[in-house]
């Protein structure tokens, strides 16, 4: 396998939910080793964009290839294969509630594997260690504030050492020192595991921080790609709207609606 | 003409209802095996469904008895007949009551708390983490929890039914003065294997029923606040009814 090729890529991929189209036309190359961000206004299919790279939903059309596999045609034990391959921090953790810190780190290992019990612990607690959270081994989720629950599920999501870490918003709703640690492991795990990361984030400053690749998504496709101090300069409207934070532009400030007036001067019709 | 029209729609979205349920099952059915194989999950929800319904059981089977003696006696004095007591008391529990007001409080007590739990579950991402995680929630975590009520409801009737035996035995022979050996020899002798059959059967069923209801709803709630909500909700009042429709059926069907 070519090493420096993408890991996943995405070609002409349209996907439309109820009708409403999210991506018409995407194409988008995730490079391995490096840490992509996916950035975009609320409602562009971030999120979205990250269920179909792990399969939870399928295109309308086009292709994703995620090392090697057509995420359209695979079968469920494949996908399974290839889930295995990968982690996932979800925004709010996600964590078991009615395990201890420690069952939820060492819940992949016990579904996947036949690990003696010492063994388990020391892998638990070497994951644990790496985002700081080894003295609250023995918490359960609900003893944890939102910055340590983000942490333990990213323990979790490396304790299989997955290939792909994939991160759905992480920063959100993070104080200042509790994103800070979350941006220093991004990075660090990235180099010192060599995995490939995917952080979609809102986030314009924190990822311009960490990130090697930012793509910018809007109406369903690219708008921009490029280094972060690229996306500064980056000769679009759209682009300079949601770098900037300007509150109208490209992307509306007003939800569409039908004439102000008119619907101000209108009989009392009910809403 | 409108009211037709409603009336087609609802009946097609029970039967859509009914065969997505029925597909659930089969599900269920065949992840099963293996789920069995490890029995600490299953036993931690014949835990959660069984023992941590004991006391609301025991307490509710107590004065049902007790409730049964009285009004058993009042009648069976009429005909002179009290010492039929026992056998009255003895056949109304295990062929009725028990398997059915267990499956009602069942339903009220572990079925609301799985579907619930599910429910939660999936909005909180954490059914989702699962699948990300390469684990099949099926398996993991709702053929547990069903085996668990699936186990725990038949052993809970039978709990009932002793109870209440007892209580009716409190009111009649301890309180109203039926003699004990004839309300004990009577009961022996009028009461059959069949009897207790057929409370066997009620209760196997209604305890898939239930448990079945319950972490269908759980897993396709709406993974919001409100969909947990209805859900639960719904666990309640549909288990309620089906259990008493399949009673009767089941009913017909032994006589």
Known sequence: MNQSAAIVEIRNLDYAINGRPIFAGLDLDIARGRITAIMGPSGTGKTTLLRLITGQVTADSGSILVAGQDMRTVRRNELYVLRRRMGMLFQNGALLTDLSVFENVAFPLREHTDLPERLIRQLVLTKLQAVGLRGAAELMPAELSGGMSRRVALARAIVMDPEILIYDEPFAGLDPISLGVILRLIRRLNDALGITSIVVSHDVQEISTVADVVYLLSGGKVAAKGTPQELQSYPSEIVRQFIGGLADGPVPFHFPAPDYFGELLARDEGP | ?255
Do not use: H
Not at chain 2, 211 to 239: H, K, W
């Open chain 2, 1 to 255: 003409m409108k009211l037709a029209r409603e009336l087609w729609d609802s009946l097609f979205e029970s039967l859509v209802g009914l065969g997505s349920v029925t597909r659930f099952l089969l599900r269920l059915i065949a992840a099963s095996p293996r789920a069995l194989l490890r029995l600490d999950l299953v036993a931690q929800q014949v835990y959660n469904c069984g023992a941590l319904s004991l006391v609301i059981i025991m307490l509710s089977g107590l004065f049902v008895g007790m409730v049964l003696g009285l009004q058993g006696f009042q009648l069976l004095q009429r005909f002179g007949s009290e010492e039929a007591l026992g056998t009255a008391a003895t056949i109304g529990l295990v062929k009725e009551l028990g398997p059915v007001v267990t499956a009602l409080l069942f339903a009220g007590r572990a079925g609301t708390a799985l579907a619930s739990e599910l429910g939660l579950m999936r909005a909180t991402d954490q059914i989702s983490a699962m699948e990300m995680m390469a684990v099949d929630p099926i398996r993991r975590v709702v053929v547990p929890r069903f085996l668990g009520g699936v186990i725990a409801m038949p052993l809970l009737a039978a709990i009932f039914s002793v109870i209440g035996i007892y209580g009716a035995q409190l009111v009649g022979v301890q309180i109203m003065g039926v003699d004990s050996g004839s309300f004990w020899s009577q009961m022996r002798a009028a009461v059959g294997l069949s009897d207790i059959y057929e409370g066997i059967v009620k209760s196997c069923i209604f305890g898939i029923t239930c448990s079945l209801i319950a972490v269908y709803e759980g897993y396709y709630a709406m993974p919001t606040a409100e969909g947990v909500g209805r859900a639960t909700t719904r666990t309640v009042v549909t288990s309620a009814v089906v259990i008493l429709f399949l009673d009767y059926l089941i009913t017909a069907a032994f006589l």
